[in-house]
Structures are given as C-alpha cells and as structure tokens.
C-alpha cells in the first residue's frame, strides 16, 4: 500500500490550498485516514481525519472552521481543503491512514500504520 500526498506551496496568509492523498496497491478497508504535520524544530501533530465509514470528521482546535477533510471512498483518495491559511500552518503535511483504530486514538500518529510522503505547505506572512 502506497499513499501519496500532493498539493502543497507556497501561498500567502490568508490564501487557500488544497491537499489530495492518493492510496493506491492493495485494496483494504480504512477505519480512518487524515493528516498530520510537522514544523521545524517540532513534534509531529494532528491536522484532522475522516472516519472512512461515515464520513464523521476530526479536527484539532487550531484549524477548526478554517480547513475541512473529504473523502472519496471509490477513488480511495481523501482530501484537505485548507483556507484562510496563517504563517503558523507553515509544516510539512502528512497523509496517514490506519486499519482497525478507534476513536480514541486518532490523534496519536504512532496509531497509522500507513503513511505518505511529506508535502511542504509554506504560508508567507
């Protein structure tokens, strides 16, 4: 299983992304996928994550209201659409998926198994 991230820039504060991760190889059935980042100098952290029966949605405090998770269950591909961007959201983005996780522990990345490669997101103030 693969999992590529795409959709990362540059962009100015207060200007929007879009970020799309691709799974693709054997087919399995995702309890959740979402994003996490990571700063420099920083741990990494929760973004948000998409219950993948369902369609419930996860965010952390910092981007609630400004970005929203989707997800494509036929194309197996989920999505953060991320507006009103701020200098402090500047981090490489994430792509995580796991099989079998519960609720509790979607914010703890050592719980996805699955992972992407890291996409730059640079917000210039």
């Known amino acids: 299983v693969q ?5 990362g820039g540059l962009v100015q504060a207060g200007g929007s992304l879009r ?7 054997r087919t399995f059935s995702w309890s959740f ?3 996490f980042r990571q700063a420099p100098g920083k741990e990494r952290e929760f973004v948000a994550t998409i219950k993948w029966r369902g369609g419930h949605t996860y965010y952390a405090d910092p981007v609630k209201g400004r970005f929203t998770i989707s997800r494509d269950n036929a ?6 659409e991320m507006n009103n ?3 402090e959201d500047t981090a490489v983005y994430y792509c995580a998926a796991s099989i079998g996780m519960i609720l509790s522990s ?16 640079t917000v210039s103030s």
């Open 33 to 35: 996928m979402g994003w």
């Open 19 to 25: 970020l799309s991760c691709a799974a693709s190889g």
């Open 106 to 121: 979607i914010y703890d990345p050592g719980k996805y198994g699955y992972w992407g490669q890291g996409t730059l997101v």
């Open 3 to 7: 999992l590529q991230a795409s959709g």
């Open 75 to 80: 194309r197996n591909v989920v999505s953060l």
């Open 85 to 87: 961007l701020e200098p």
